[in-house]
């Protein structure tokens, strides 16, 4: 299974960004019924957990990113999304697309996000 993020950039705060992360050598139904996560890993800090929309459908967010983060997926195009609003400076790290489920837990290269003030 390969992971290709994209969507990363320099933007202002107050601005948005959309993340995608596109799954290959993956069959449909096991992506589909995979649990998937974006993480982000600012500098000097751990990586953390930012929002994951379970194998069941149910979604999760970081307390910092509830009501401007939105995880979704297109299991027919096999990727999933993070659209982000109203981004602030704190947001700025590096954003990381995970999938795990039965073919087992994969990770994305990384999309640097910049939010300036």
């Known amino acids: 299974v390969q992971l290709q993020a994209s969507g990363g950039g320099s933007v202002q705060a107050g601005g948005s960004l959309k993340l995608s992360c596109k799954a290959s050598?993956?069959?449909?139904?096991?992506?589909?019924?995979?649990?998937m996560g974006w993480y982000r890993q600012a500098p000097g800090k751990q990586r953390e957990l930012v929002a994951e929309?379970?194998?069941?459908?149910?979604?999760n967010y970081q307390d910092s990113v509830k009501g401007r983060f939105t995880i979704s997926k297109n299991n027919a195009r096999k990727t999933v999304y993070l659209q982000m609003n109203s981004l602030e400076p704190e947001d700025t790290a590096v954003y990381y697309c995970?999938?795990?489920?039965?073919?087992?837990?994969?990770w994305g290269q990384g999309t640097q996000v910049t939010v300036s003030s």
């Open positions: 995970n999938i795990e489920g039965a073919s087992g837990n994969y």
């Open positions: 050598q993956i069959i449909l139904s096991v992506f589909s019924s995979s649990r």
């Open positions: 929309l379970t194998s069941g459908g149910s979604t």
